[in-house]
């Protein structure tokens, strides 16, 4: 592995920002963005990263499974009811009868569960369309894409 793209992917598993890892390992800032893009692709870097994030994850005694287990717990702590509660007047609390829940805190746990397992991956995927969309001339200046040799020297 060359010495700057090392340096590109010790910052970008830093920062995960591909441009500033890129002018950091010494790329022209002209060009950052695309070089970044391009150092991404290769698998020597992949292979970094990699190593890099397995290395985190043991020094942090974090793991897929704690993830995943903390987001579960998150998601199960959103969606119970909680009562909401009143003053009653003497300065205490009381229940309103009315209960409420974090929906956007479940949602979103119940989400990150979602990519880490794959669930998304089909609705990702890039869709082809069946049919072409036909190309319509509106200035007239060119014959239709489909039309023959013939047909041009005829107008």
């Given at each position: 592995?060359?010495?700057?793209?090392?340096?590109?992917?010790?910052?970008?598993?830093?920062?995960?920002?591909?441009?500033?890892?890129?002018?950091?390992a010494g790329f022209s800032i002209d060009t950052a963005k695309q070089q970044g893009w391009q150092i991404l692709q290769r698998e020597d870097v992949h292979?970094?990263?990699?190593?890099?994030?397995?290395?985190?994850?043991?020094?942090?005694?974090?793991?897929?499974?704690?993830?995943?287990?903390?987001?579960?717990?998150?998601?199960?702590?959103?969606?119970?009811?909680?009562?909401?509660?009143?003053?009653?007047?003497?300065?205490?609390?009381?229940?309103?009868?009315?209960?409420?829940?974090d929906s956007s805190g479940a949602n979103k746990a119940t989400e990150m569960l979602g990519k880490i397992i794959g669930v998304f991956e089909k609705d990702?995927?890039?869709?082809?369309?069946?049919?072409?969309?036909?190309?319509?001339?509106?200035?007239?200046?060119?014959?239709?894409?489909?039309?023959?040799?013939?047909?041009?020297?005829?107008?």
């Open positions: 592995m060359q010495e700057n793209h090392k340096r590109f992917a010790d910052k970008y598993f830093e920062t995960l920002n591909a441009k500033e890892s890129a002018i950091y292979g970094r990263l990699e190593a890099l994030r397995a290395e985190a994850s043991e020094k942090s005694a974090i793991s897929r499974e704690w993830v995943v287990e903390r987001f579960k717990n998150i998601s199960d702590r959103c969606v119970q009811a909680e009562p909401v509660m009143i003053p009653d007047g003497s300065g205490g609390w009381m229940e309103s009868g009315e209960y409420k829940f990702n995927s890039q869709k082809v369309p069946e049919t072409q969309i036909p190309v319509v001339n509106v200035y007239n200046t060119a014959p239709p894409l489909n039309s023959s040799e013939s047909e041009i020297e005829g107008k």
